[in-house]
């Protein structure tokens, strides 16, 4: 056999031919041909072999490789890195091991490759034992150990051991003069939670580029520090460095949580000029922004720009679209994407279940919880929450229950959700055992959990209890905000403490519109017009013409029949064009949702129909013990007219037409006021005429009508 002078070339083609061949037993003739050519002692030679077994993820072929080299005394710490190299590309990670620690000396390549594997395939715990190895064998790291092994550090949370290793950048100098370590660092200091940390390094690098930039800004962004990263997207400009896109939805991320819609249209600008405005992800975080700073028209026009939006762009427009209260809009996105064949993820679902929660749209939320099922989402702690919001807005709190009792993992959100459901449902122990759990889980309260806590409380007329609570609520961790003090004045309100809730209410620094006017609805219900009239003029101070106050209070001069003082209100309402929101209410039949006004006869199709239903009802109601509570109109008028405008609320209105329909079920009632005290008598009385459950979800809490009584035991 021919050999020429460059050490074996042409058997290096002729054995590279048989592999091609795949002809013979593979060890009988490798053997032969090494042995013929009497060659097998170079770089040239032995690596397209290596090359050909690592195509073929052959391992016989490379154990029989290293047979050779050690017959043919080619040098053991070259050899072992090129098998060492060779195993872990063709993913034999116990073969390279056992070259690897047979190797009496290995070169930094090797180390640097064994661990850069690991950190490839999620193995950071071995990754940082190799590198432990590596130190305590006296060998030097170089730039590429440490950016690799840094990623190691953040990924165990090795903040300690991560601070040694920086301390080691900084004595070898390549802290300052490398900007692959330098964005390692600022990477890991990030992921720690620690960006002032990773700022000081990024200070100190000497050559910044945009990757080491944008690493500092994701971290700003996710962290919340928002106005940090709009900063250092500024100083970024001011350097000369050009950002990439990964940078410009970072900060338009940042700008959208900061509701700063002027820079996020400049950085837009910026994206148009510098051609990245049609990079997808750039395209999603613009779309973000601008459903955050709440134009939903722009990022619906960016949605429309995007060829193929994915699951990513998808979720974000849906759940930017609940955000904004569209959440009709977001339900039909919801399903153009399921026909588009885009695969949800448990926050699209999560996003779609709260839009249906929102709109008490029990049907469709079921629909939606069939699909939660079929990708296998039902125990996510996302959807999970999605789902028991969903049903403890619609009334059932034991499918909601159901839900929470099969997740996985239980978090500090899903229990809030579950006590939310319990309390808005009137179910306060259950929400108070709930949270005793919770603490017994050691898991840490936060604000939702206090409001939820004393909303169960309230609703369930908890009052003392309430009290014990909020009273180590001001003790603990938790910040007290005014919706804590609002829940709280609301509760010691309608049990007729109203001295207390005034207190309450003078302890807070800084006492908002909403504090006032729930202490003075309260007044409202116990008919206090001295303490209301108080009220009145110390909320006209803080808004002038504010339009819930003068509304409560003619209501409630209305109440106590002082009619010349309705006139005068409603006088001056007018002059300020103040008007009353109607009373509205919406149920579903048939998967199709009806909204009725209170007063509104006519404009329904089936006004007639619905009109001689309702008369039915009453009249049934009437021969059960149903007597018109003519103190909830609050117009001076005749009885038998203040009779017919009782009869023509909302939420009658809508129990009727249900009724008509011949609705199965359960009937759903979603009002946006509260329910008057005469509707509520009406509709428990109704629940035993037509022996059907009536839920009724109005602006404060559920009612659930069942043969004559509610759930609230009539306190709400």
């Known amino acids: 056999m021919r050999r020429d002078h460059y050490g074996g070339l042409i058997v290096v083609s002729r054995i590279s031919t048989f592999f091609s061949s795949k002809a013979g037993n593979f060890r009988s003739q490798f053997r032969l041909l090494c042995i013929a050519s009497n060659s097998f002692t170079t770089t ?3 690596s397209p072999l290596l090359r050909q077994c690592i195509d073929e993820r052959s391992l016989p072929g490379i154990k029989t490789i290293q047979a050779e ?60 034992e190799v590198y432990r190895l590596m130190i305590t064998s006296n060998v030097s790291p170089d730039e590429y150990t440490l950016s690799s092994v840094f990623k190691a550090f953040s990924d165990l949370g090795f903040d300690k051991e991560a601070q040694r290793s920086h301390g080691l950048a ?48 994701v971290g700003y ?100 679209l609940v955000l904004n209260g569209r959440e009709e809009m977001a339900l039909t996105e919801f399903r153009k994407m399921m026909r588009d064949s885009v695969k949800p993820n448990s926050f699209t679902l999560s996003s779609g279940l709260r839009g249906c929660s929102n709109l008490a749209m029990f049907e469709e939320g079921r629909q939606i919880h069939g699909i939660v099922t079929k990708y296998g989402f039902d125990r ?13 807005k619609c009334g059932c709190s034991d499918m909601a229950r159901s839900v929470f009792d099969g997740l996985n993992e239980v978090d500090v959100i899903s229990v809030n959700t579950m006590m939310y459901s319990y309390a808005q449902n009137g179910l306060g122990r259950e929400a108070l055992e709930l949270f005793e759990r919770m603490m017994n889980l050691g898991l840490q309260a936060n604000d939702v959990t206090v409001l939820s806590v004393l909303l169960a409380c309230n609703n369930s007329g908890l009052v003392d209890e309430g009290c014990e609570f909020f009273e180590s609520f001001r003790k603990g961790k938790v910040v007290l905000t005014n919706d804590h003090y609002a829940c709280m004045v609301d509760m010691l ?45 110390k909320i006209l101070e803080m808004a002038p013409g504010d339009e819930g106050a003068l ?79 003519k103190s909830c109109v609050f117009q001076d008028m005749e009885e038998s007219a203040k009779e017919r405008s009782l009869h023509q609320h909302s939420e009658k209105l809508a129990i009727a037409f249900a009724v008509r329909r011949n609705a199965g079920g359960s009937i759903r009632i979603l009002k946006n006021l509260r329910v008057c005290v005469d509707c509520h008598s009406w509709i428990k009385i109704v629940s035993r005429v037509i022996k059907r459950e009536i839920i009724c979800r109005d602006s404060k809490r559920f009612h659930h009508f069942r043969d004559g009584s509610c759930s609230c035991r009539d306190y709400w």
């Open 69 to 128: 080299m050690l017959k043919s005394g080619f040098p053991i710490q070259l050899s072992g890195s090129k098998l060492v190299d060779a195993g872990l590309k063709c993913g034999e990670i116990g073969y390279a091991r056992e070259v690897f620690d047979g190797m009496p000396e290995r070169h930094i390549v090797t180390w640097n490759s064994l661990i850069a594997y690991f950190i490839k395939h999620r193995r950071s715990k071995e990754a940082v």
């Open 493 to 537: 309100g309608r049990a007729g403490r109203l001295d207390e809730a005034e207190r309450l209410v003078n302890e807070v620094v800084n006492p908002d519109l909403v504090l006032w006017r729930t202490l003075l609805s309260a007044c409202k219900i116990h008919r206090n017009v001295e303490m209301a009239e108080r009220l009145k003029r």
């Open 221 to 320: 962004s996710q962290k919340g520090e928002d106005a940090e990263a709009v900063k250092a997207f500024r100083s970024m400009l001011g350097k000369g460095v050009q950002p990439n896109e990964y940078t410009y939805a970072s900060v338009l991320i940042s700008c959208g949580n900061l509701k700063n819609v002027s820079n996020g249209k400049l950085i837009h600008g910026l994206m148009i000029k510098s051609g990245f405005d049609s990079a997808l992800g750039s395209q999603t975080s613009l779309l973000t922004m601008y459903l955050r700073c709440g134009l939903v028209d722009d990022s619906l026009w960016i949605f429309k720009c995007i060829e193929y939006p994915n699951q990513v762009t998808w979720t974000s427009l849906i759940s930017g």
């Open 551 to 629: 509304i409560l209070m003619s209501n409630l001069y209305a109440s106590t029949g002082k009619w010349n003082r309705v006139i005068e209100m409603k006088s001056d309402m007018r002059g300020m064009k103040l008007k009353k929101s109607p009373a509205m209410s919406w149920v579903d039949v048939d998967r199709e949702t009806h909204t009725f006004m209170a007063g509104d006869l006519f404009s329904h199709p089936n006004s007639e129909q619905i009109l001689e239903t309702l008369e039915e009802l009453i009249k049934k109601a009437k021969k059960m013990g149903y007597v018109e509570d």
């Open 170 to 217: 900084v004595v070898l100098g390549l802290e300052v003069s490398n900007v692959f370590v330098g964005t390692a660092l600022v990477d890991m200091y990030v992921k720690f939670g620690k960006t002032r940390e990773a700022k000081l390094v990024l200070d100190r690098v000497e050559e910044k580029d945009v990757v080491l930039i944008t690493a500092l800004i």
């Open 44 to 46: 040239h030679t032995f």
């Open 380 to 392: 996510d702690k996302y959807a999970g929450s999605g789902l028991i919001d969903l049903y403890g």
